[in-house]
């Protein structure tokens, strides 16, 4: 497709199915990333499609302006590509009436939380968008963003942008209003709900006691838990779909055909009818939580660890390698099923082959680089509980030390281990302070030592259990002197025997 072509627009000749303009907007999303356009967009497009509303999106961005600049000149349209090895499908969702970015212009974000208009306020910050310590869980008011917000002016943080905006509604009359989290946080509406609270109640001369009592009459927080791979854009993606659209769209956004969205029916304001689009709603959003959170997103960090130690770019080369098959089946079935409540209804073997197809999603070509990203933040949800509850019942979680292990080799390796280039391109906020640690260790012991007691990078619970620490720097010297075939070979022999001897 030339870059002569013309551009998606509602006035643009290309062969989509373009859906009307929504009549208003009734939620704000903070967070205009690809997952949002790819997942919550998706369903309310569904839902306007089946019952119409006032339910368009405001999207607003963190701190980028590429995606709302393509979204403006593009009248808010971009296409999602659905990608199987059986072939790519195109929708243009078209719920979106505006877009902005928050860091640019965060006084519009208080506005339009204190918009009656407004609704819903859902949220896809990442873990790290949440200005929490992951020690305490509780707000970080040592982070200078939140201690800026807290003396006041345009808010920057996302926890200060909803409390400063809550405060405007509250102060406008007080609509009701829910806050929807979006992200792989555990109850992540009691935990937003609780952060926005530390927030108000460290407000001075007793600040925040209005706004307190509006959220206790009219803001609710319910949980949920969203499951959809979405790989990043790439150039080749943009000129495949813009040769299927027949006119070119700067910002498409690839996906998997599998998507869930399990969600609290709790809304003080009214809701779309996101069931259209699949949705469940439900009072067991925690066991949906687990069974994602572990059963996914644990099993996929060991594979894309594994897999960048390999040398290998995607997360589908990963899992066809047999040794990294065995261990993630291995770290399911004995690891993190046994800490899973699973929810009523759900087939946990079927769940478990849709996640081996998922992975296996050659078209997809999910980055073993992406996937390792900010595990500092995604381990720290993933892994302790599964973690502690093995080791309370006397038993050693092997693969998921091989997990942590495999995380510190690719992010921090010891001095003369290279992990290679897919490791390197991993980004996470804690390189830099778990390179120093690793910089001066003596063995894997020494840093293992160092990273889970000392920075409590996994929490406190975990931080006193020597055995583990132990056999993770175990792990982290085999991966250095043997290599990492041969840490996944010990890793899942040891496991194996655990299991056979009936132990799980």
């Avoid at 869930?260 to 009214?270: P, S, T, Y």
């Avoid at 982290?476 to 655990?498: C, E, F, K, L, Y």
Wanted: aromatic share 6%.
């Amino acid at each position: 497709m030339s870059i002569q072509a013309p551009t998606l627009g509602r006035m643009s000749p290309g062969t989509a199915s373009l859906p009307a303009s929504p009549s208003g907007a009734g939620i704000l999303h903070l967070g205009l990333g690809s997952f949002h356009r790819a997942h919550q967009a998706v369903y309310t497009a569904a839902a306007l499609q089946s019952t119409g509303g006032d339910w368009g999106i405001i999207g607003v961005a963190s701190r980028s302006r590429a995606v709302v600049d393509a979204m403006h000149a593009q009248d808010f349209l971009y296409s999602v590509a659905t990608i199987s090895p059986s072939g790519t499908s195109l929708t243009v969702p078209g719920v979106h009436t505006d877009a902005f970015v928050g860091a640019a212009q965060p006084e519009r974000v208080v506005a339009h939380l204190a918009d009656p208009g407004i609704r819903i306020v859902t949220l896809t910050v990442t873990e790290n968008g949440y200005s929490y310590s992951a020690a305490t869980q509780r707000l970080d008011l040592d982070d200078p963003a939140v201690q800026a917000d807290l003396r006041g002016g345009a808010p920057r943080s996302t926890i200060g942008q909803l409390a400063r905006g809550l405060q405007a509604r509250a102060t406008a009359g007080g609509a009701p209003l829910s806050v929807l989290s979006c992200d792989n946080l555990s109850a992540n509406g009691a935990h937003t709900e609780k952060l926005v609270r530390e927030f108000l109640d460290a407000l001075p001369r007793g600040e925040g006691a209005d706004t307190l009592a509006f959220l206790d009459q009219s803001v609710s927080f319910p949980s949920s838990m969203v499951d959809r791979i979405v790989p990043s854009t790439t150039a080749q993606l943009r000129e495949q779909v813009s040769t299927l659209l027949g006119v070119r769209d700067e910002v498409p956004v690839p996906a998997e055909p599998f998507t869930m969205w399990a969600i609290e029916d709790r809304f003080a304001g009214g809701r779309p009818s996101w069931e259209a689009g699949g949705a469940v709603f439900t009072n067991e959003v925690g066991r949906y939580e687990q069974m994602k959170v572990r059963l996914l997103n644990g099993t996929h960090s060991l594979i894309a660890y594994l897999g960048a130690l390999r040398g290998v770019a995607t997360i589908p080369e990963a899992i066809r390698l047999d040794e990294i098959e065995d261990a993630a089946r291995t770290i399911l079935r004995g690891e993190y099923e046994p800490s899973v409540d699973v929810p009523s209804g759900v087939d946990i073997r079927e769940y478990e082959s849709q996640l081996f197809e998922r992975w296996g999603n050659t078209a997809l070509g999910h980055r073993t680089s992406q996937v390792g990203t900010d595990g500092s933040v995604k381990l720290r949800q993933r892994i302790p509980e599964p973690a502690l509850l093995a080791l309370r019942e006397g038993e050693m979680p092997h693969l998921i030390a091989l997990t942590v292990a495999g995380y510190l080799s690719c992010l921090a390796p010891l001095p003369g281990f290279d992990p290679g280039l897919h490791a390197a391109a991993m980004t996470d906020a804690a390189r830099e302070r778990l390179a120093a640690l690793a910089a001066t260790a003596r063995h894997g012991r020494d840093l293992a030592e160092r990273v889970i007691a000392g920075l409590q990078l996994f929490g406190d619970e975990l931080a006193g259990q020597d055995a583990f620490i132990t056999r993770v720097g175990e792990l982290i010297d085999i991966i250095r002197g043997p290599g990492i075939d041969a840490a996944i070979s010990d890793a899942v022999s040891a496991s194996h025997t655990i299991m056979k001897e009936g132990r799980r």
